[in-house]
Structures are given as structure tokens and as C-alpha cells.
């Protein structure tokens, strides 16, 4: 086997379906690919619906179902598929992480396998994430750090433009470049990779666990490039509804702090996570008294500021 390609599905089957239907092409003209849904314990009729389009579809010959037994995040979801696969006889060249809510252009997976092949000394490689209008999405990134905290919490223009070059998320470009991280909706790993740094971190339920694996490998000499020409279409925030465009989102979950606080602890340590907690806080309060005198709108997760404060490393702790 040459590629897996994984696919963690909770709750999502008909968008799953469709993230099948568009990688059908693409795995008929890459022979050595297969395709691994786990699904994350849904609860609901999603394994029942994926394995029925598998059967209609007739693609059980490149896609198989792998229910789990219970909802452990999504580095746990793709750790299941991976680990057999590394272990198997036949280990694959490469491992393919694919959000459910993707839908594959044409050649974007051969475009991805590809570069790995033409960079042998690249670990990781990242799609271009776009919109169903092709309108690009932020899918290239830098690795958080105190500074970015400041100007993400902050939010003033003359703070943003003297750190533009730490904030996490830089403005999309055409190239092929090396960067700090890729977003996991799309995420190619070379398998030496795993070999070197281990599987992912299952401490992270969801959210920072690719950053901490880009990281990982970054430290063991793999960098990670970001590829445009592989496009893969990207509905935002589907499965966690944190992210999702074009509303007011929720209220962010429990899981999305202790996410970033373990980040922040587990690589840089506990003096360093209490210090970038507290200068986002303070930038952040300073930046919602300022929208108050300004009468500029809401568009914050509801109790942001006091999520934040209870998940902290100071009332937390700093035990990962």
C-alpha cells in the first residue's frame, strides 16, 4: 500500500459519503490507495449509512468502515487507523488525514503524493483549503507563540502590524512554501515520520493536536510545506460547529482550552503557558472595553473572556 487515506467521522455521514464520492476518481488513478473511516462512536445511524454507500457505490474495493468504541477525539480516530497500518506487512509510503467535510478537486491527492515524492526530505505537506467558490481559506500557519497571543487577544492595528510577521494565521499565498504548520483538515505525512515522532497526541480531544504534531516533527527534521495545487474544497466547521463561517459561533467548548492550554504546557512549559494566558487575558479585556466605547458588534463565542479564565494554567494547573 503506497497511501492511506483516514477519515474520522462523527455524526457527519452524509458529508462523509460525499468526501468518498469525491476522492473516487483520484483513488482509481493511484492504485496502491486505500481509504479508512473510523467512526468516533456517533451514536447514531452514521456507520449504517457509510458502509450502505460503500456497498451501493461498489467502492468497498478501495474503502473500508472501521466502527470504534467509544468518541476519543480525533487524534485517537486516526490513531486507530494508522497504528494496524504501520504495523501491517505492507506499510503505507504515506498517510493522508481528510476531514469528513472535504470534497476533493481533481488531483489533489496526486498533486500532495507528488511534491512528497519530488521532497523526500518533507514530512508533512498541506492542501490549499478553499470555498465551494474556490475563495481560499487560511490553511497555512505559524506556531503559536507569547506574541501571537498579545495581537490575537488585543486586536489593536498598530500591535497587528508590528507583529504581523507572528500571527498564526498570515495572509493566503499562491506559492509553494515551507511553513509552520498545516491544518488537519487535509494533512499528508510521510511515514518516517510517524516512524521518528510517534502517532498523535490522543491528550488533545480536538483542536492543537496537529499543531503539536507539526511541532514534533519540526524538532526531529521534517518540515512541513504548504501545496496550493492540491485544492480541496473545505466546509468550515461542520463537525464542531467552532469554526463554522458566516454566524455568531457558539460557545466554544471545554475541549478547545484544555486543548490550547496543553499546547502551551506540554512544549513550552508551565512558566510560558501562565505567561501567554495572562497576556491574552489582559489584551483580551482590553479589547472588549474598547469595543464597548467603540459600539462595534459582538462577534465573540458567548463568555469567551471567562472560559478562557477558568481554563487557565493558573486555576487549571499545568499537569498534561
Request: hydrophobic fraction near 35%; charged fraction near 25%.
Amino acid at each position: 500500500m503506497s497511501t492511506l487515506i483516514v477519515i474520522v467521522n462523527y455524526r457527519t455521514a452524509d458529508l462523509t459519503v460525499d468526501c468518498l464520492g469525491s476522492l473516487r476518481d483520484e483513488v482509481q488513478n493511484l492504485p496502491d490507495t486505500r481509504v479508512v473511516i473510523t467512526d468516533n462512536q456517533s451514536g447514531d445511524d452514521s456507520p449504517k449509512q457509510i458502509q450502505h454507500a460503500i456497498e451501493q457505490n461498489q467502492w468497498g474495493g478501495w474503502a473500508s468502515l472501521m466502527p470504534l468504541e467509544r468518541n476519543g477525539g480525533f487524534a485517537y480516530g486516526n490513531n486507530r487507523a494508522i497504528q494496524p497500518a504501520l504495523d501491517s506487512d505492507n506499510p503505507p509510503e504515506f498517510v493522508l488525514l481528510l476531514n469528513p467535510d472535504t470534497v476533493i478537486r481533481p488531483g489533489a491527492v496526486t498533486s500532495l503524493i507528488k511534491f512528497m515524492h519530488e521532497n523526500p526530505r518533507v514530512g508533512i505537506a498541506g492542501s490549499r483549503l478553499e470555498d465551494p467558490d474556490g475563495t481560499p481559506q487560511r490553511s497555512a500557519f505559524r506556531f503559536p507563540s507569547i506574541r501571537s497571543e498579545l495581537d490575537d487577544g488585543l486586536r489593536l492595528g498598530i500591535i497587528s502590524r508590528l507583529l504581523r510577521n507572528k500571527c498564526v494565521a498570515p495572509t493566503v499565498r499562491d506559492d509553494t512554501y515551507q511553513t509552520d504548520w498545516i491544518a488537519g483538515a487535509s494533512m499528508i505525512v510521510r511515514r518516517e515520520v510517524f516512524k521518528d515522532v510517534g502517532l498523535m497526541d490522543e491528550g488533545y480531544f480536538m483542536y492543537y493536536e496537529e499543531v503539536d504534531f507539526c511541532l514534533r516533527a519540526n524538532r526531529a527534521g521534517w518540515p512541513c510545506w504548504y501545496v496550493p495545487d492540491s485544492r480541496v474544497v473545505h466546509l468550515v466547521g461542520q463537525s464542531s460547529g467552532v469554526t463554522i463561517q458566516n454566524t455568531r459561533p457558539k460557545r466554544r467548548p471545554d475541549y478547545w482550552f484544555d486543548s490550547r492550554r496543553r499546547y502551551f504546557v506540554k512544549n513550552h512549559g508551565r512558566l510560558c503557558a501562565l505567561m501567554t494566558d495572562a497576556v491574552w487575558a489582559l489584551g483580551y479585556a482590553t479589547y472588549r472595553l474598547r469595543r464597548l466605547v467603540q459600539r462595534k458588534p459582538d462577534t465573540d463565542p458567548p463568555k469567551l473572556l471567562y472560559d478562557f479564565i477558568r481554563h487557565s494554567v493558573l486555576l487549571k494547573g499545568a499537569k498534561v
